[in-house]
């Protein structure tokens, strides 16, 4: 971090701020010009703020040099992570494609699904068995009932399985079911729930927050990876803005930022970005286009008697379909499909 004393500022003024930072643990650099001083902060400055150093009438400006993640940051892991669940590398070559209904609703519409999207190339199932609802009289999901249902249905298939998580107290019941564990729009800053995350180590789909910044997200990931759990992957879902047409506005551009950033892999949810199912495909293969290193889709026999989300839902043919015509978009983008 780097901080600008205004032209006048009294030595021992500076000699106060210096102290505060030595006592931190911190180095401090004193180049002084000829009107300013400028002060070099090294070390481990993610736990300062800048605004705080501003606040003092005799501080010009406080600006970081270097993003205040850490674990997450690429600056100290070059190499991108590949993250594996149950078996299937997330990061990697190869995409990784996620598919399956936003709720689970019955054992057999789980494992019907689970061999469609099987057979049409998908390497993960996913299903909602804890639904974070808007409205509270809205299908709230069926709960552990679900969660065996997914596990049956794609474990029966040879699919890994993801499931989102509300609270902490559900862990060790996911533990045990789910491959990979999703934390939802709505909880990307519950910070408790991401510490208890953070020690476990079965790896964790991190959605982006409704309206969470690129920083924002990248410091909840940076929550789990600080209680120890490195397997974190990201998710892409849209955020929300002025457009109303679409669910949410799905931001492309936070691919690439990502990759940039962080050394995570990150993928796409182009069902829950559009909310509408004739917008999927395309999205779907713009996210693969700029970077992503998969996709999580919502699929479903019969949308229109969905208990959730049916209007972005894909029937299992679109789907098989949508799997084809990525694969040279993939071949383009150095990735197999
Ligand atoms: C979901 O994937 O079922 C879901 C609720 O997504 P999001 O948290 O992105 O809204
Ligand atoms: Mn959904």
Not at 25 to 32: E, I, P, Q, W
Not at 44 to 55: H, I, M, Q, R, V
Not at 98 to 124: H, N
Not at 125 to 138: D, E, L, N, V
């Amino acid at each position: 971090m780097i901080i600008a004393m205004r032209p006048g500022t009294p030595d021992s003024e500076i000699c106060r701020i210096r102290h505060i930072l030595e006592e931190k643990g911190l180095r401090v650099d004193t180049s002084m010009g000829q009107h300013m001083t400028v002060l070099g902060v090294l070390g481990d400055t993610s736990g300062l703020n800048p605004k705080d150093f501003e606040g003092n009438p005799w501080v010009e400006k406080a600006a970081r040099v270097q993003e205040p993640y850490k674990r997450a940051s690429r600056l100290f892991h070059p190499d991108d992570t590949v993250v594996d669940v149950g078996g299937v590398k997330v990061g990697g070559k190869k995409l990784a494609v996620i598919a399956g209904p936003c709720s689970v609703e019955t054992r057999d519409q789980m494992k019907e699904l689970a061999e469609d999207v099987k057979d049409a190339g998908a390497s993960m199932m996913r299903g909602g068995a804890f639904k974070p609802r808007t409205s509270p009289y809205s299908f709230q999901g069926l709960h552990e009932e679900g969660l065996h249902m997914l596990e049956e249905a794609g474990h029966g298939a040879g699919l890994p399985v993801v499931t989102e998580i509300m609270s902490a107290d559900k862990i060790e019941e996911f533990e045990k079911s789910a491959d990979l564990i999703q934390v939802g729009a709505r909880n990307m800053q519950n910070f408790e729930l991401l510490k208890e995350l953070g020690k476990i180590r079965k790896p964790i789909l991190l959605k982006r927050g409704l309206s969470a910044t690129i920083e924002e997200w990248l410091l909840a990931a940076e929550y789990i990876m600080a209680g120890g759990n490195p397997n974190v992957i990201l998710c892409e879902r849209g955020i929300r803005t002025f457009e109303t047409y679409t669910r949410n506005t799905l931001d492309l551009s936070a691919v690439p930022a990502v990759k940039k950033l962080s050394h995570l892999p990150v993928i796409v949810d182009p069902s829950h970005a559009a909310g509408l199912w004739w917008m999927v495909a395309p999205l779907a293969k713009a996210a693969v286009a700029v970077g992503a290193d998969g996709l999580i889709i919502e699929v479903h026999q019969d949308p229109d008697h969905a208990l959730c989300d049916g209007a972005q839902s894909l029937k299992p043919k679109k789907f098989a379909r949508l799997m084809e015509e990525l694969k040279p978009i993939a071949a383009a983008a150095g990735r197999e499909c």
